[in-house]
């Protein structure tokens, strides 16, 4: 009877692959379905919160799944030995084909550069003591390509060995490692990954102790998924999922990929008649366009202030938002050749001048490498 209690850590972990949301591209109808069970639940707890990473309702969410799993467990303990048996192999492998899903993908995001992106220019001109650890941490992982690309593979290689019985107790050894690391590194550097990376180490520990302290029994433990077939399928929708989006973007290394025209920093030289504008009446020494759809300007005395951008190329106006949902249209000029850019107000009185700063020649992202020191 005591076996049969070993059955609740795994119906919390089959929960989790059925609703903890994530950022899936095969499975995307995961977050529909999540959000249509339990947002109305979280709501009345939480009316602000919503299922973003470490966010208030993610927490009551995994609440209520370990509620559901105590329910369960009650019919589990009625289960005739066999059906018992049955039903914890298949949540068992269950749990290893999403391990290796969840490895796949974070690693291929790693090794392609998608996760700990190149610094964007704005990150690179803020003084170092005004970053948050969390994003001098991803800035500081975006700037070695190498490294990104060993930690990818770091992460492959388990998500593939947990998916054959012969390499599944190296797999899931190597994959608890990377998992206490994700975990200290999301603690350590305050990164809002802590939940689902802790409910990854904990699912990778359970899942490698049978073949730490039961050797002779390990094997049966996992079902025997039949037809073959099924379990081809599933390890092909785990590599669409992890590698498919690479593979039609043909985009391998973010690094390189193209940004928009005007995407760069630019330092100001001229700030003209502002005509009483609140924000142009500041010392403007940078501004920024973000490759995501922001400006961001730069003051003197280095805070910045942001603004949801929206160029229209043909009119050759920029409406710029701020977080009130407050809009203001200039017009701007570019010259590609002299990359100068100017900005007007709809009247056609000069705002600012900037010229472009060769912003990918900082020393952080240089290429440099030295076996010695002198």
Known sequence: MAQRYFLFPLSFFGF???????????????????????????????????????????????GFLLGISLIAQGFFLRMKTEKFNRTMSILRSSSVFFLSAMLLKYGADKMFKAQFYLPEPN??????????????????????????LFIGIMEIIPGILILFSRSRKLGLI???????????????????????????????????????????????????IKPKWITAVLIGLIFIESMGPYLLRGNFNDDSASRPIMHGAYEVTHQGDTEGNSLFDLNIKRVFIHRDGYMIFQFENDDMADFALKIDA???????????????????????????????????????????????????????????VD
């Open 16 to 62: 989790i692959l059925l609703f903890f949301p994530m950022s899936w591209n095969v499975f995307a109808f995961q977050n529909t379905l999540t959000d249509f069970i339990f947002m109305p639940l979280v709501r009345l707890f939480f009316p602000e919160t919503d299922l973003t990473s470490d966010a208030k309702g993610l927490y009551l969410l995994v």
């Open 123 to 148: 990150l690179l001109y803020t003084p170092l003591g005004k970053l948050d650890k969390d994003i001098l941490f991803w800035s500081t992982m975006g700037t070695s390509y190498e490294y990104n």
């Open 174 to 224: 190597i994959a608890t490692g990377v998992f206490l690391n994700v975990v200290a590194i999301n603690i350590s550097f305050d990164i809002s990954v802590k939940l689902l990376s802790f409910i990854l180490l904990i699912m990778s520990s359970y899942l490698v102790y049978p073949f730490l302290f039961n050797t002779k029994e390990n094997e049966k433990t996992y079902a025997s």
């Open 314 to 372: 043909i009119k050759q106006t920029m409406v710029l938002t701020d977080y009130s949902e407050a809009q203001q249209i200039l017009r701007y000029r570019y010259n590609r050749k002299t990359k100068v850019l100017q900005l007007q107000n709809t009247n056609g009185t000069s705002v600012l001048s900037a010229k472009a700063i060769p912003w990918r020649k900082l020393p952080l992202l240089r290429s440099q490498f030295h076996w010695t």
